[in-house]
């Protein structure tokens, strides 16, 4: 679970995400989010750097009581046009406060740092984010896109200094193996390559607030898993030097064989699969269909037991 000070709720398994439309050019959900709200989603991830994503979200937000119906987690701190470092406090105060004004809330329940730099001391940011903790801005915090050791580091920080640690991580992870960086700077958990940071998370127990956790569109059912051809047709350029491997076509055939067996689709076996790992698993999830949102809901709680 998540532990979020001053916030009884229990926070949904599934995060519904906003790096989408009609999110991030600022549109109206506000009847999108309502919907996932009542079918049980009730985190919402937004960043700073979503366009306007949060302003989006902050249309919700102000609406009546909507505000304590959910965990509302954002990101700041990201590197700058030209990928200059921005983990300083002058920025990632300027970061915050931009976000809550967008949100129209006066805190968020969980914080991320959108990328990490190393150069920058980590007791700095830890002590900065507890400052940001005691003013009341921010109820937990953690790193997106943060190695777990450059995470474990802090929270070594943070237990020598008697201050609190990160609570959360937010890595790139699904059962497909990214071939390269979606985005640059960004971390991955999935594939042989990293069962070290795995082990970590499951010996940890720290929640993994995992993003791109349907490979973008990769376990979509869209395409076969023999058909190269028509993978190139779904899925965009970037997303297709990614994901399609044939490291990743023979997981998607596994995932189709099963959903044959089982009368699930591709995409609940796929979504199925985060939920079964060891460990503290939360997917993100963007779509615009309640319908298949519910289908998320469904497989996940199959695996958790819950049905």
């Known amino acids: 679970m998540i532990k979020i000070a001053g916030k009884d709720t229990e926070v949904s398994r599934i995060f519904y995400g906003t790096a989408a439309e009609p999110f991030q050019?600022?549109?109206?959900?506000t009847d999108l989010i309502e919907?996932?709200?009542?079918?049980?989603?009730?985190?919402?991830?937004t960043a700073r750097v979503y366009g306007g994503a949060e302003e989006s979200v902050g249309r919700w937000i102000r609406i009546g009581t909507n505000r304590e119906r959910v965990t509302l987690l954002t990101k700041g701190g990201h590197p700058d046009m030209l990928w200059r470092s921005r983990l300083r406090e002058k920025e990632i105060r300027k970061d915050l406060k931009t976000s809550l004004d967008k949100l129209c809330t006066d805190y968020v329940d969980i914080y991320l740092l959108h990328r990490d730099d190393p150069e920058v001391p980590v007791g700095e940011i830890v002590e900065l984010l507890?400052?940001?903790?005691?003013e009341g801005k921010i109820r937990s915090f953690g790193g997106s896109n943060w190695t777990h050791e450059r995470i474990e580091e802090a929270n070594r920080y943070a237990s020598d200094h008697g201050l609190i640690p990160f609570a959360v991580s937010s890595p790139c992870f699904s059962m497909a193996v990214p071939t390269r960086e979606p985005w640059p700077g960004c971390i991955t958990i999935a594939g042989d390559d990293n069962e070290d940071a795995r082990k970590w998370?499951?010996?940890?127990?720290?929640?993994?607030?995992?993003y791109s956790a349907m490979a973008a569109g990769f376990f979509s059912g869209r395409f076969k898993s023999e058909d190269y051809k028509e993978a190139?047709?779904?899925?965009?350029?970037?997303?297709?030097?990614?994901?399609?491997?044939?490291?990743?076509?023979a997981s998607l055939?596994?995932?189709e064989d099963i959903a044959k067996e089982t009368g699930l689709s591709v995409s609940q076996v796929?979504?199925?699969?985060?939920?079964?790992?060891?460990?503290?698993?939360?997917?993100?999830v963007s779509t615009k269909s309640v319908e298949r949102m519910k289908q998320n809901v469904d497989a996940m709680l199959r695996v958790l037991g819950q049905t």
Do not use: R
């Open 25 to 29: 050019s600022g549109g109206d959900g």
């Open 35 to 45: 919907q996932m709200v009542n079918i049980g989603v009730n985190a919402i991830d």
């Open 130 to 134: 507890n400052d940001l903790y005691k």
């Open 201 to 210: 998370y499951i010996d940890n127990q720290m929640p993994v607030i995992a």
């Open 232 to 249: 190139k047709k779904v899925m965009s350029p970037d997303n297709y030097k990614t994901y399609v491997s044939e490291e990743n076509m």
């Open 253 to 255: 055939k596994v995932c």
């Open 270 to 284: 796929a979504f199925s699969w985060i939920y079964g790992q060891d460990m503290n698993v939360y997917a993100v």
